[in-house]
């Protein structure tokens, strides 16, 4: 009957330890759910927003990056000029970083 005594306790021992931990996950779970949200909301990955920016632009794509807001994109036009336009990753629209100079 002792041995017994004793499983029970180890079991409630566990089962404390079970409870202290259950907030805090429930608080991690919290944490990280507007992270997700906020990448959800990107409608393009980095691959369309470069397809979209070649086509826009009509030459290579040279790099890639993820701004706070936008895709950075780098494209060699035909002519050899280098010029950077902005993907939007919600609605896709390229739009030049530069439109004084793209007229030259």
Do not use: F, H, W
């Not at 920016?53 to 790099?63: C, E």
């Not at 002519?79 to 390229?94: H, N, T």
């Amino acid at each position: 009957m002792a041995v017994q005594v004793v499983q029970i306790q180890i079991m409630s021992n566990s089962q404390m330890k079970l409870v202290k931990l259950l907030p805090l996950l429930g608080a991690l779970c919290v944490i990280a759910a507007p992270q997700a949200k906020e990448t959800d909301q990107d409608q393009i990955d980095k691959a369309s927003a470069a397809q979209k920016a070649r086509q826009q632009v009509n030459g290579r794509v040279l790099k890639v990056d993820r701004t706070k807001d936008n895709y950075r994109v780098k494209v060699l036009k035909k002519s050899g000029r280098v010029v950077s336009v902005d993907v939007d990753p919600k609605s896709g629209k390229v739009s030049n970083k530069d439109k004084k100079r793209d007229g030259q």
